[in-house]
């Protein structure tokens, strides 16, 4: 995607004697060439209000998608976290699977994929992010689906 955003760094960070903020120029000059022209005047559009229209009525969306998540998971019963600050819905693996095993359950089962907790460190073992940012009918289908496996129909 375009990446159009900065780094502030105090002068008064050192490192072993260096200043970080120096460390990081270095490294910007020699790996990036700057943001481009066209991604500058893309980011500059969030702010004109068509920008920002675009931007709440993309939000609503996805907040939408999590809500289906969020409704679905309550009938199933199952707890979960997420969803209405954040794009990210957690939610405890069924029957004490572990993250991994959950996500080749739902993979082979369901044909749904989502990131297993196990991979945010060990910690998240035992737990199983799915994501709002995606076709609305597919999330629907997708809870459908996940429903169906938990004995649970619409």
């Known amino acids: 995607g375009m990446r159009c955003g900065y780094t502030v760094i105090r002068k008064e960070l050192v490192m072993d004697g260096v200043q970080v903020s120096k460390l990081w120029q270095r490294r910007q000059g020699c790996k990036f060439n700057g943001t481009s022209y066209i991604t500058q005047r893309a980011a ?3 702010f004109t209000p068509e920008g920002q229209k675009q ?34 819905i ?25 990131t297993p907790g196990e991979g945010f460190g060990k910690n998240g ?13 597919k999330t ?13 129909s619409r």
């Open 90 to 114: 957690w939610m405890k693996c069924p029957d004490g699977m572990g993250s991994w095993e959950y996500f080749d359950y739902l993979l082979h089962n369901a044909e749904i994929v989502g």
């Open 44 to 46: 500059e559009a969030v």
């Open 55 to 88: 931007i709440r009525e993309t939000i609503a969306y996805y907040q939408k998608n999590a809500q289906v998540m969020m409704d679905a998971f309550t009938k199933m019963g199952v707890w979960f976290t997420g969803g209405k600050n954040s794009p990210y």
């Open 125 to 137: 073992e035992g737990y199983f992010r799915l994501t709002a940012f995606g076709d609305a009918q």
């Open 140 to 152: 629907v289908e997708a809870m459908e689906r996940i429903q169906k496996l938990n004995g649970c």
